[in-house]
C-alpha cells in the first residue's frame, strides 16, 4: 500500500472507525470475496470482538499490511456498503459520495445544506385559515428541486443498486405503479351525512400520486360489494410484475377495522357495522397478489374509528392524567346527520366528522403485528473451527439451493404500510371547503420533501401536522396513526428512473 495512503488511514482512525461500524460485517465479506483478505483473518475480526467499532478497528490495522490494492479495495466496498461517510474520508476528491444524514461522521461543508435545513418547517396552524393557502394542483418535488441534487442521484443509483436493495425497496420506474382513491360523498341511510368537502381532497390526492409517478384510478360513491370489486379488478387481478409499488386510499364514512360503503349502517340489535370493507381484507387481498410480492404495498384510509372526540391535554399541566385521551361522547344533530365537531374554524366553514351517527361499537381491527421471531445468539466460547465449518455448510447449501439474499421467502403479510387519519376509538375531522386534517396535511408534506425523506420519516411529518388542527370552539384534537409491515426502506424518488443511468 502506498505511503500515502497507509498515512490517510492512521490519521483518520477514528472517524473511518465510526463511519466504517454500522457496516463493518458487510464489508469484511466483501473483502474476503474479492481475496484482499482470507476467510480465517475474516472470522478472526468477526469473532475477537462483537462490537462493531472494534471490529472496523481491527479492519483498519489489518487492511494496511494487505497489499497495493487493498486501499482501494476498502475504498469500493464502502461505496457497495452504502458506508458514503467512509468513502468521503478515503477519497475527498470525489465528495460526496451518498445522501446526507444526520450524525455524519464528519460535517457537511456550510455550502451543502444537510437533510434537515430550513424548508423542513411545517405550518403553526392547521388547516390553514385561508382557503387558497391549500392548493388544489399541487406541484412535486424532485430531486432537481434540491440544493443537493448530485447527491440524490448518486443516492437513487446506490438504492437500485443489488448492494442497496438489501436495505430499500428498488423504484426503477419501468411503468406507472397503480393507485386506486375510492371517495364515498352521498349516503344511502340518513344517519350518514354526506361528506361534503372531500372533492378537495380526491384532487389533490390526483395531482400527487401522479406527480409521484403513478397511474391513478378514481371511485366514487360505491356500495361495499362495489368497493371490495374495483379493488379486486384493479389491484388483485393486475399485473404489477413491471412496478414497483401499489397504493390504495379510501375515503369515507367508517368504525374501527371498517370503512362503510354509500350503503353502510349499524344493526339496529348489535350495533355492529354492516355494509362496510374490513381494512384487514384490503391488507390481505394485496399481500395475495404474486406480482405484489417485496413490493410495498401502501394504504391510507381517511375514516372515522369511533365516536370519541379528543379534548387534549394542556402543555402545562402538572397533573399526570389517567389516560392520554379525554373523550366526549356527545352527538349534535344538525339536518339529518350527525356533526362530530361543534362549532365553525376562523374562515367560518364547519367541521365534520367521518362517523356515523350511532351507538353501536365498531369492529377491532384484527391485523396486529405478530409477534417478531425471537433469535438466539451465538455462544461467544464457540470454537471457530466448528463455527467456520457452519458458515462453510451455510455458503454450499446456498449455492446447492441457488438462492441469493433477494430470492428468500418472506412473511405473508409483510412490506405492507398502513396509515389511519386517527386512533381507534376516535373521530377524524373534514372541513367543508378544505377537505380533511389528515388528507390535506398528507398531501401538503408528501409534494415537499418525498423527494428527499422515506414513507415513515414523512409520516411523522404528517401526524405532527395534523395534530396542530383544532376546532375553533370546542378545542378537539385529533391524531392520526401508522403502522408498518416494511421491511426495508422506500423512498418514493420522483422523476428519477433507472433507465436513465443517472
Avoid at 45 to 60: I, M, N, Y
Avoid at 184 to 210: C, H, I, Q, W
Avoid at 248 to 253: E, Q, R, Y
Avoid at 334 to 357: K, L, R, V
Wanted: with cysteine; hydrophobic share 30%.
Amino acid at each position: 500500500m502506498d505511503r500515502a495512503d497507509q498515512e490517510l488511514l492512521r490519521r483518520n482512525h477514528m472517524p473511518l472507525k465510526k463511519a466504517i461500524a454500522p457496516g463493518v460485517l458487510n464489508v469484511l465479506e466483501d473483502l474476503e470475496s474479492c481475496g484482499i483478505i482470507t476467510l480465517d483473518m475474516k472470522e478472526r475480526t468477526e469473532h475477537e470482538s462483537r462490537v462493531p467499532g472494534d471490529q472496523a478497528s481491527k479492519l483498519l490495522y489489518l487492511i494496511r499490511t494487505r497489499g497495493k490494492y487493498a486501499f482501494q479495495a476498502l475504498y469500493d466496498c464502502t461505496v457497495s456498503a452504502g458506508l458514503f461517510d467512509a468513502a468521503d474520508i478515503l477519497k475527498p476528491e470525489k465528495a460526496p459520495h451518498g445522501p446526507s444524514y444526520v450524525g455524519r461522521a464528519e460535517p457537511l461543508p456550510s455550502s451543502v445544506p444537510d437533510e434537515f435545513s430550513e424548508d423542513e418547517d411545517l405550518p403553526d396552524c392547521w388547516p390553514p385559515q385561508k382557503l387558497e393557502e391549500l392548493d388544489v394542483r399541487v406541484k412535486v418535488k424532485s430531486f432537481q428541486d434540491s440544493k443537493v441534487a448530485e447527491r440524490r442521484k448518486k443516492f437513487y443509483e446506490f438504492a437500485c443498486s443489488i448492494n442497496g436493495q438489501k436495505t430499500h425497496y428498488p423504484v426503477q420506474h419501468k411503468e406507472l405503479s397503480q393507485c386506486l382513491i375510492i371517495s364515498n360523498e352521498k349516503f344511502d341511510n340518513e344517519d350518514l351525512e354526506n361528506r361534503d368537502g372531500t372533492v378537495r381532497d380526491v384532487t389533490a390526492l390526483n395531482s400527487l400520486f401522479y406527480g409521484l409517478h403513478f397511474d391513478v384510478t378514481q371511485k366514487k360513491d360505491l356500495k361495499s360489494e362495489d368497493m371490495k370489486k374495483i379493488i379486486t379488478d384493479k389491484i388483485v387481478k393486475y399485473d404489477h410484475s413491471k412496478s414497483d409499488s401499489c397504493v390504495v386510499v379510501i375515503l369515507s364514512h367508517g368504525a374501527d377495522g371498517v370503512v362503510f360503503g354509500t350503503d353502510g349502517r349499524y344493526d339496529e340489535n348489535t350495533g355492529k357495522p354492516l355494509n362496510g370493507v374490513e381494512v384487514e381484507w384490503i391488507r390481505q387481498s394485496m399481500c395475495a397478489v404474486p406480482s405484489l410480492l417485496k413490493k410495498p404495498k401502501l394504504i391510507f384510509i381517511q375514516a372515522c374509528r369511533g365516536k370519541k372526540k379528543d379534548k387534549g391535554i394542556p402543555a402545562n399541566s402538572s397533573q399526570q392524567e389517567t389516560g392520554s385521551n379525554q373523550s366526549s361522547t356527545s352527538k349534535e344533530k344538525t339536518g339529518g346527520g350527525t356533526t362530530d365537531s361543534a362549532g365553525q374554524n376562523p374562515s367560518g366553514q364547519s367541521e365534520s366528522g367521518d362517523s356515523p351517527n350511532s351507538n353501536g361499537g365498531g369492529c377491532q381491527d384484527s391485523g396486529a403485528s405478530s409477534n417478531p421471531r425471537e433469535e438466539t445468539p451465538d455462544s461467544r466460547d464457540q470454537d471457530i473451527d466448528i463455527r467456520s465449518r457452519k458458515n462453510q455448510i451455510c455458503k454450499e447449501r446456498q449455492a446447492e439451493d441457488n438462492v441469493d439474499a433477494m430470492g428468500e421467502p418472506v412473511p405473508s403479510a409483510s412490506d405492507v404500510f398502513l396509515a389511519w387519519s386517527t386512533t381507534p376509538g376516535y373521530v377524524s375531522y373534514r372541513n367543508t371547503k378544505q377537505g380533511t386534517w389528515f388528507i390535506q396535511a398528507l398531501v401538503w408534506v408528501f409534494s415537499r420533501f418525498a423527494y428527499k425523506h422515506n414513507i415513515n420519516d414523512l409520516m411523522t411529518k404528517v401526524h405532527n401536522l395534523v395534530s396542530r388542527g383544532e376546532v375553533e370552539k370546542t378545542g378537539y384534537k385529533q391524531t392520526a396513526e401508522s403502522t408498518t409491515r416494511l421491511l426495508r426502506t422506500f423512498y418514493f424518488f420522483p422523476k428519477l428512473k433507472k433507465e436513465e443511468n443517472l
